[in-house]
């Protein structure tokens, strides 16, 4: 039934559906962080508002864009050609700048300067770019290769539940470095 639904919502309006899937998953990846991992007492909502609006206005349009990119325009002599040379770009090109695009925004909606972002860059960016590197190829081989383009950002969302809850908490920890 659930499913049903987002199909037809996914057909009939797809950005606005990824958007707001998007945008949620980011949300209880913040809320999972600030509970289960860092065991808050208290809960920061303007964080997980930015972590929020992150997800729906940037992070959603950005996958979506880039895999419709990646399919149309990344065709080799080969299914398989196609799906290692979909697969490198994601990792080399895309993944790197996403990761960097997430540690600035957060640290510009956390109204940091550009020094503090460069410092919250410098802290955060290495280990979260080398553990991207732990989870997400293999996510994309599976990805690219066995879900139809409409439910390849879903795929990515469900994976990126305990990714967000991840990235959550490194950006919490660089900005908590960079304000000591």
């Known amino acids: ?19 707001i899937t998007t945008a949620t998953l980011f949300a209880t990846g913040d809320v999972i962080a ?3 991992v860092e065991k808050r007492d208290t809960h920061d909502y303007a964080r997980t508002l930015r972590l929020t609006g992150f997800g729906g206005v940037v992070a959603a349009p950005l996958l979506s864009n880039w895999y419709k990119f990646l399919d149309r325009h990344i065709q080799m002599s080969t299914p398989v ?3 290692f040379a979909r697969v490198a770009l994601d990792q080399l090109l895309f993944a790197p700048c996403f990761i960097a695009v997430f540690f600035s925004a ?17 802290d ?6 080398k553990n991207n590197y732990k989870l997400w190829p293999a ?7 066995v879900t139809p383009l409409n439910h390849r950002l ?3 969302n469900i994976v990126a539940l305990g990714w967000n809850t991840y990235l959550s908490t490194a950006n919490q920890q660089s900005s908590s470095h960079v304000n000591a």
């Not at 039934?1 to 958007?19: A, E, F, G, I």
């Open 1 to 19: 039934m659930v499913w049903q639904w987002y199909n037809r919502t996914l057909t009939r309006h797809p950005l606005v559906t990824q958007c």
């Open 154 to 156: 879903m795929v990515t």
């Open 124 to 129: 955060g960016y290495p280990q979260a770019l």
């Open 139 to 145: 996510v994309q081989f599976f990805n690219f290769y």
């Open 106 to 122: 957060q640290g510009a909606l956390e109204g940091k300067n550009t020094t503090q972002i460069k410092e919250k860059l410098a």
């Open 81 to 83: 050609k196609a799906l």
């Open 34 to 36: 600030q509970h289960a």
